[in-house]
């Protein structure tokens, strides 16, 4: 009994110097060989990161979700786009234009080759188009296989045939059957459109159409698996920039660069790390310290605390998302368009820019937001906050007594600021709102049961057509269309615009669609957020193109700026 | 004794398998459609149906229950909606990182709060005592966020003694083989003690966060047991016969205080054992605290069951192992003499 004291002293002894010894070390261990995870290998077992290769860096990023899924044909988190995005490479991509402050935005008008060397696009006698693709033949996949026309015959394939959300959108560009994509040679692939929309050339640059190791997935197709979607779930089976070293869906994924790649002596990086890191001020706070060179998901406010810090540079352009209001039709008195009137005059617009997203967004103006081709600012400036019309709106619907719900998702701090914004407003014209907080998966079940009478949420279109936006999410009995309006003249207007190439007369169907949208008060469009990332005073190469996604293939970073 | 513990692995058993049949059906009364959720904003009725089927929401709720024992007898616990990956071995990923986060956390805590608590039960009064209840009040009203905050800021990031929140090693170091899942073991087993030094330092704030606040219910179980156990009448006959107080205070003392101290420690143990999920989301710690996070995020029901199944099994695994302590403290227990409660 009398050593139990002294060995319990011991012990504690040990620690506190093992907890001493840790403070006081700065030596980092040397990282060892790692073991690939591409879609030849099973689960991988290392996460550390890429060794750099002669004297480029490695980046290091902080997102702010999971990567769930790689499988990049299914819904996944923001994160796991980002990964998808560097391994599938898609037929062309945006030429990117250096903006002022060093971000690489990319071109709505200029498309160049990626996986395709060259193409030609001609409009066909039936009305459509038809896209020749002549592919490289350089490039290959991470195994050493080339990528071909049928490997690209397959992508196309899948998400038509296969059980994925792609096969939704192609509709879009007038292309439903796998007949329509021919493979001509191993090089020389085919894509016909059976509609002419100026939709079909961004599509080409999506990653959700990079190429596919066929024989890889035909091989490691199973019964109940015949698209691979649950084989590609935690693995990669592209020809892009990058292939996965590994994947960690809590701690993070390693990419490193194709060795196969056909343009490696551009990539100005090592590899890239990507970690999880939920809580948006430690992603801050990591930026600042300069242990990780790019950071995504940092709130408006905390952007304003680091816009004084010279350590950390931060990067903010428009896009054409919206973040609207909407109000469902089908829950009284919303069926009442002066209520609705009512309510869209009296949200705050300008209080909504300035306090919940600190001037990191423009105004929406409507559903075609201010930032899009074809936004009409003259109807757009209509969506003014005026208190007076609201009431006298709220007077004429003869509607004694507003009593709503307002619904915002739990995850989104900025709804819940506007939230509460738009609840004091409106009790100034007499529309009393309950603001209603729910968990994701709530939200996400009530909004789609068409439960909600208010509810704030966002879309973002890729490709940023206007009228791939309208359509979704306005017309009648689409399923994004949550505020269940229907109006079949400006589904007529939606349709025309959809499926013409004149900028003039798309501009013209354009603003005669909006009006109609505007007249209907269906929505309050609160505000189109800037897209923003903060980066390491050093870091270059950022870039940004239609899917918002970030693009690590230009990032770079040296020691000294 | 060998018939006290038969009777306890029979009352674990059926408590995990009630723990099993009340998780199954709790989990699906919880709002919120996992399907809706994973078709994402492209969810068209026939997309949410399609992925009902594929993970079998659409069954009856007695073939859904009927199949998931079943399969559960052999070890798999579903698949993630969320992520398609078996969710046994999601967990078991996960685990390793919560539980050496746990288990350090409450060392620290029992090495603050065990010999402050000793210390104030045997100076009643003095400030020593004072301080001790200073340091539990403290302790107790101390929310565990703001002090992890601020650990990370002082620590991390002004003074950079401490790596920051971003995971359990750095970003250039590869992790140990496994054999326990603990970085801090695996590395010193396999001779990596540039690692296990790297571990701890990741180890250090997340664990200091957690053991000041955990330190602090431990503390006041020790110094109540400790002062009730020092009133008693064979330790006020013990000072009589003039036996030393150092002697007194750990043999007759602590001793006697140890069963209900032991079950602090347990009942912290046990609170750990779910992860936690603020320390976990705080510092980037790849748990099963963050997981179950994000399985109720998305209403994954198959990963939120699987997690609630694996933290009942280990709490009551807990529990057997503390009663097997209780034995070893207590000889009444051992013999077979009046169970210590």
Redesign the interface.
């Given at each position: 009994m009398q050593h139990r004291p002294k060995l319990v002293r011991l012990l504690a002894l040990a620690v506190v110097m093992a907890m001493v010894l840790a403070a006081c070390s700065s030596a980092e261990p040397e990282s060892t060989e790692t073991t690939a995870a591409d879609g030849t290998d099973d689960t991988p077992e290392t996460t550390s990161a890429p060794e750099p290769s002669g004297e480029k860096p490695g980046i290091v990023v902080a997102l702010g979700d999971t990567v769930n899924i790689i499988e990049p044909h299914t819904f996944r988190s923001t994160a796991a786009y980002a990964v998808t995005d560097a391994l599938y490479e898609p037929l062309l991509e945006q030429e990117f234009e250096e903006q002022a402050d060093g971000l690489l935005l990319g071109s709505r008008q200029k498309h160049v080759g990626a996986a395709a060397e060259s193409y030609e696009i001609v409009e066909t006698d039936a009305g459509g188009l038809l896209a020749t693709f002549n592919l490289r033949q350089d490039a290959m996949f991470t195994d050493g296989t080339p990528v071909t026309a049928e490997d690209f015959k397959y992508t196309f394939d899948r998400t038509i045939l296969g059980p994925g959300y792609i096969g939704l959108l192609l509709p879009f560009i007038g292309i439903d059957s796998p007949d329509q994509i021919r493979v001509i040679d191993d090089y020389t692939l085919e894509v016909e459109a059976n509609v002419q929309s100026p939709l079909f050339e961004r599509f080409m640059t999506f990653q959700v159409f990079g190429a596919m190791n066929k024989e890889l997935l035909e091989a490691n197709a199973t019964a109940e698996d015949e698209w691979t979607f649950q084989y590609l779930a935690d693995k990669g089976a592209g020809a892009s920039v990058y292939t996965l070293e590994s994947f960690n869906p809590d701690s993070g994924v390693v990419l490193v660069p194709n060795p196969n790649y056909w343009d490696l002596e551009n990539v100005a990086n090592s590899g890239v790390t990507l970690r999880t890191v939920p809580d948006a001020n430690q992603r801050a706070l990591l930026v600042q310290s300069g242990d990780i060179d790019l950071a995504t998901g940092i709130p408006p406010q905390l952007l304003t605390e680091l816009e004084g810090d010279e350590n950390v540079k931060i990067f903010s352009a428009p896009t054409t998302g919206v973040q609207y209001m909407g109000m469902n039709q089908n829950i009284p008195p919303l069926d009442n368009v002066d209520v609705r009137r009512a309510i869209m005059h009296a949200v705050p617009y300008q209080a909504l820019l300035d306090q919940v997203m600190f001037g990191f967004a423009t105004p929406a103006a409507g559903v075609v937001t201010s930032t899009m081709e074809t936004h009409d600012p003259e109807i757009g400036a209509r969506y003014a906050t005026d208190l007076e019309a609201a009431a006298q709106y709220l007077a004429d619907s003869g509607v004694d007594q507003v009593n709503l719900e307002l619904f915002v998702r739990e995850t989104n701090a900025s709804d819940q600021q506007a939230a509460v914004l738009i609840q004091d407003n409106l009790r100034q014209v007499g529309i009393n709102i309950e603001v209603s907080v729910l968990p994701s998966a709530d939200f996400s079940e009530r909004l789609n049961a068409g439960e909600m009478p208010l509810f704030i949420h966002d879309w973002y279109s890729w490709g940023e057509d206007p009228f791939y936006q309208m359509r979704f999410l306005t017309t009648c009995g689409q399923f994004v269309n949550y505020s269940n309006w229907c109006n079949e003249e400006y589904d007529a207007l939606v349709e025309q615009g959809t499926f013409s190439l004149d900028p003039e007369v798309r501009a013209d169907v354009s603003s005669q669609a909006q009006q109609i949208f505007f007249d209907n008060a269906v929505w309050a469009p609160l505000w189109s957020a800037d897209r923003t990332a903060v980066t390491g005073r050093c870091v270059t190469g950022l870039d940004r193109d239609y899917t918002l996604v970030p693009g690590f293939k230009y990032m770079t970073k040296t020691d000294s700026c | 004794m060998w018939r006290y513990l038969g009777k306890r692995f029979l009352i674990s058993f059926g408590a995990v398998l009630g723990i099993v049949v009340i998780v199954f059906f709790i989990v699906r009364v919880?709002?919120?459609?996992?399907a809706?959720?994973?078709?994402?904003?492209?969810?068209?009725?026939d997309?949410?149906q399609?992925i009902r089927d594929?993970y079998g929401l659409s069954d009856p709720i007695g073939q859904q229950f009927v199949t998931y024992l079943s399969e559960l007898a052999r070890g798999n616990m579903g698949t993630s909606i969320?992520?398609?990956?078996p969710v046994t071995g999601?967990i078991l990923?996960?685990l390793p990182a919560s539980l050496e986060l746990a288990f350090y956390a409450v060392?620290m805590a029992t090495?603050i709060g065990l010999?402050i608590g000793i210390a104030a039960a045997a100076r009643p009064e003095s400030w020593v005592d004072r301080a001790a209840r200073v340091f539990a009040v403290l302790g107790s009203s101390m929310a565990l966020f703001w002090l992890g905050?601020l650990l990370?800021?002082f620590l991390?990031?002004r003074l950079?003694?401490?790596?920051?929140?971003?995971?359990?090693l750095?970003?250039?170091?590869?992790?140990p083989e496994p054999i326990t899942g603990f970085f801090t073991i695996d590395a010193a087993l396999r001779g990596?003690f540039?690692?296990v030094?790297?571990a701890?330092?990741y180890l250090?704030l997340p664990v200091l966060t957690l053991g000041f606040v955990l330190a602090a219910p431990i503390l006041k179980m020790v110094r109540a047991s400790m002062i009730k156990t020092l009133a008693s009448d064979h330790v006020r006959t013990a000072r009589s016969l003039g036996i030393p107080h150092r002697q007194i205070i750990?043999?007759d003392g602590f001793r006697n205080a140890l069963i209900p101290v032991t079950t602090a420690i347990g009942i912290v143990f046990g609170y750990m054992l779910g992860g936690n999920i603020i320390v976990e989301?705080?510092?980037?710690w790849?748990?099963v605290g963050?997981?179950a996070y994000?399985a109720?995020?998305?209403?994954d029901l198959e990963a939120l069951q699987g997690f609630v199944i694996t933290v009942g099994i280990l709490y009551v695994g807990l529990n057997v192992i503390i009663d097997l302590l209780y034995a070893w403290i207590d000889p009444r227990i051992r013999l077979g003499g009046k169970m210590a409660t």
């Open positions: - | 919880l709002p919120g459609d996992a809706v959720v994973r078709a994402g904003p492209y969810a068209s009725p997309t949410i399609e594929r969320r992520t398609d990956q999601e990923q996960r060392l090495l010999p905050l990370i800021y991390f990031y950079r003694w401490f790596p920051g929140p971003l995971d359990r750095g970003i250039t170091t590869t992790p990596q540039d690692v030094i790297e701890f330092r250090a750990w043999k989301f705080l510092f980037s790849p748990g963050r997981y994000n109720i995020q998305n209403n």
